[in-house]
């Protein structure tokens, strides 16, 4: 049995072998950065609003076409507000495009944890 906090000891039958995991987050890489210069790095424009889709777009679950539908609806409001993807990004980037961005989306089917959920949180977008 595998458990997300030590809280849960509380719940475990006695003689169950069980193991805590926690899901966190690497608070060490995802934290705050500057956005401008988050920006300048991923050549972001920096006067743009803009809503980051972390998930790789070819992934069914990951439902980009929600995604892309949200920020059509941004658009109308926001001319210009542009889209950009984690997909094709390495993972040691991800907090920079999280602090570059203002909105994060977050529109997988499934996730584990969600982790992205956290990993924005952790960088304030």
Not at 17 to 27: A, E, K, M, N, W
């Amino acid at each position: 049995m595998i458990l997300v906090n030590s809280q849960l000891n509380a719940v475990v039958p006695p003689g169950k072998r069980h193991q805590v995991i926690p899901c966190g987050i690497d608070l060490e890489k995802f934290n705050v950065l500057d956005r401008r210069a988050c920006r300048a790095c991923l050549g972001i424009p920096l006067d743009a609003k803009v809503v980051f889709s972390p998930g790789r777009p070819w992934l069914d679950y990951k439902r980009f076409p929600l995604a892309q539908a949200t920020f059509d609806v941004i658009r109308r409001g926001v001319p210009e507000a542009v889209l950009v993807t984690g997909g094709a990004a390495r993972y040691d980037q991800m907090p920079l495009y999280f602090n570059a961005s203002d909105v994060a989306l977050q529109t997988s089917f499934s996730e584990a944890s969600p982790a992205v959920v956290k990993e924005a949180l952790a960088c304030e977008a």
